[in-house]
Nanobody, 127 residues
C-alpha cells in the first residue's frame, strides 16, 4: 500500500506560479510511476505530467514548457512546479502512483496503472 498526500494548492493570478507537493509513504518501491493529474468541473481527468524511475518525464501538451515534475527520493516527495499559470489550469490536482508496463520496447506509465491516489489539492487561477 502507498499513501499520498498533496499540498501546495491555492489561488493565484494569471501568470503566477505554484508548487505542488505530494508526500508518499508505504511501499513506494512498488510504484516506479508517479504522476500529477487534474480535473476541472465538467471535464475529464487529464494527466498533466508523469515521471518514471525518478528520471523519465512526460508532459501534456497543454503544460509543456510551463510545468516541471520532479522527485526527491530522500524525502519521498513528488513535486509539480507550475509557472505561467492561466485560467485553463484551474482544477483539482491529484497525485498518483503506480506500476510501469513493458510494451515490448520500453517501460511506460499507463494511466490505467496508476492505482494509488491522493485526496487532491485545488488550484484556482484568476485573471
Amino acid at each position: 500500500q502507498v499513501q499520498l498526500v498533496e499540498s501546495g494548492g491555492g489561488s493565484v493570478q494569471s501568470g503566477g506560479s505554484l508548487r505542488l507537493s505530494c508526500a508518499a509513504s508505504g511501499y513506494t518501491a512498488s510504484t516506479p510511476c508517479m504522476g500529477w493529474f487534474r480535473q476541472a468541473p465538467g471535464k475529464e481527468r487529464e494527466r498533466v505530467a508523469s515521471i518514471r524511475s525518478q528520471r523519465y518525464t512526460i508532459y501534456a501538451d497543454s503544460v509543456q514548457g510551463r510545468f516541471t515534475i520532479s522527485q526527491d527520493n530522500a524525502k519521498n516527495t513528488l513535486y509539480l512546479q507550475m509557472n505561467s499559470l492561466n485560467v485553463e489550469d484551474t482544477a483539482m490536482y491529484f497525485c498518483a502512483a503506480g506500476s510501469h508496463y513493458w510494451n515490448g520496447i520500453v517501460y511506460i506509465c499507463r494511466t490505467a496503472d496508476f492505482t494509488y491516489w491522493g485526496q487532491g489539492t485545488q488550484v484556482t487561477v484568476s485573471e
